[in-house]
């Protein structure tokens, strides 16, 4: 028997890879399929960017003269349209999972030793297990951080409020202060050292200049204490309402017999295998990249070596996106510069999904780092309509060991906001 804890992104593809080699497969689930993702995470950034993507481009529109727009928010009625959509979207992952032959059991479970797993008083043996608990919000050691709230209470909000303080630095930060800034919240971001910190920095500055221009970053400012409506910190007090954004917390305590990392992660190996070998684990409890792509590639390669076919984990070539007014994405090959590496940029090119924002001077920006002398592509980051799309498409590319001038064949779709090709195009030549 193969027991999986946890139905979210890693979980439910460890899953489907072994129901589909015909295992006996059982998922643990304490609340919902799906996970963090669906439930509280990623399909509520899109719902509520959706909606916040529309006003913007009415403003802009209104703003040239072109349309006239009135509207009203209603927070609680977009709060319900996710909530149903969501629910909507649970049911056809539950349906889809248990029509692949996978049993699926809700309860809270426990791991007392590499034979059993307990479910609400139930003991079930299993052969192998895979754990993929995910993560909660971590709370940091700061005076008063019970009183502000996560990214799990966003759809608890009854309206927009008036001031937003953010706490933390990265993506979870931006994505939010991009929301609630088009809704009419004054959003501050409190950064303890920089914001975006790991982000090109010419990619930060448009962000900041440009995606979130109407949001006041804060940043090298330590926080001294958290009230409901306000935060002080070592330079002045801010009124609104206090948002933790401080990264997460892996949910490993169901299990004390493997060995995990000083954040409470558990340790695997690039076969998802932690120090029992008949135990794996996957997605955010490990404490990785913690997007959820990558946690389903670690499900998979979890379900696959649970199952006898050994598979490795390659993290190569991962593409990243920040859901803004534009996807910000990008790839980075950590350490890689070679002897002749050059840099080149270009803006954003007018097209679907930027047109009317040229109005505004923001197309996007796209920008490479290559090795002129191998044509080995090291970095990639582009900002726009397309980026998303274009950049996991790259990241494909990239893993097959795709050069700068095999670009030279390349044909875009037209017409097209993707600047990223002309860049690669560009350097091809040399």
């Known amino acids: 028997m193969n027991i999986i804890i946890g ?14 080699l015909e295992k006996d497969v059982t998922i643990i689930e304490r609340n919902h399929l ?33 349309l006239e727009f009135n509207y009203n928010i209603r927070y609680k009625k ?66 008063g951080s019970e009183n502000a709230i996560n990214y799990q209470d966003i759809l608890k909000l009854e ?9 933390g630095s990265g993506m979870i930060a931006a994505e939010i202060a991009n929301i ?32 979130l221009k109407d949001v006041e970053i804060h940043t090298n400012t330590s926080i001294k204490s958290i009230k409901r409506g306000a935060v002080k910190t070592d330079k002045e ?21 493997v060995k995990k990392g000083e954040r409470g992660n558990i340790i695997v190996n690039d076969r998802m295998q932690t120090t029992y070998n008949n135990i794996y684990a996957a997605g955010d409890v490990i404490g ?46 950590k350490g890689a510069k070679g002897e002749k590496s050059v840099e080149g940029k270009m803006p954003g090119a007018a097209g679907p999904g930027s047109f009317w924002k040229v109005l505004d001077d923001n197309t996007g920006l796209g920008k490479v780092q290559v090795d002129l002398e191998t044509g080995t592509i090291e970095k990639v980051y582009s900002i726009g309509p397309s980026s998303r799309n274009v950049v996991a498409y790259l990241s494909l590319l990239l893993k097959l060991g795709a050069k700068t001038y095999d670009f030279e ?4 779709t037209h017409p097209s906001s993707d600047v990223i090709y002309k860049l690669l195009r560009f350097f091809a030549k040399y």
């Open 409 to 412: 064949r390349f044909i875009e």
């Open 288 to 333: 990785g990249i913690g997007t959820t792509p990558v946690a389903r590639m670690e499900g998979t390669i979890a379900g696959l070596n649970a199952a006898g076919i050994e598979k490795r984990i390659d993290y190569s070539c991962i593409p990243h996106a920040i859901s803004l007014g534009y996807d910000v994405s990008y790839i980075e090959m």
């Open 180 to 211: 609630f800034s088009i809704l009419g919240s004054k959003v501050h971001i409190i950064c303890r050292r920089e914001f975006l910190a790991d982000i090109d920095w010419e990619i930060r500055d448009y962000i900041t200049r440009i995606l």
């Open 7 to 20: 139905g979210g992104p890693a979980g439910r593809a460890a899953a489907l890879e072994l129901a589909s």
């Open 78 to 143: 977009i709060a319900k349209g996710i909530k149903k959509t969501i629910a909507k979207i649970r049911k056809i992952t539950e349906k889809e999972t248990k029509d692949a032959g996978i049993e699926v059991i809700y309860g809270e479970a426990r791991v007392p030793d590499n034979k059993h797993v307990e479910v609400e008083g139930e003991k079930l043996n299993y052969d192998k297990l895979i754990i993929a608990t995910g993560a909660r919000p971590y709370t940091p050691p700061i005076k």
């Open 159 to 167: 309206e927009v409020p008036e001031s937003l303080i953010i706490i």
């Open 237 to 257: 007090r801010i009124e609104g309402i206090p948002f933790l954004a401080t990264g997460m917390t892996p949910n490993s305590e169901i299990i004390d017999i």
């Open 34 to 66: 799906g996970g963090t993702c669906l439930n509280q995470g990623c399909m509520v950034i899109c719902g509520l960017r959706d909606v916040t993507n529309f006003l913007y481009d009415a403003k802009t529109l209104n703003e040239h003269h072109i």
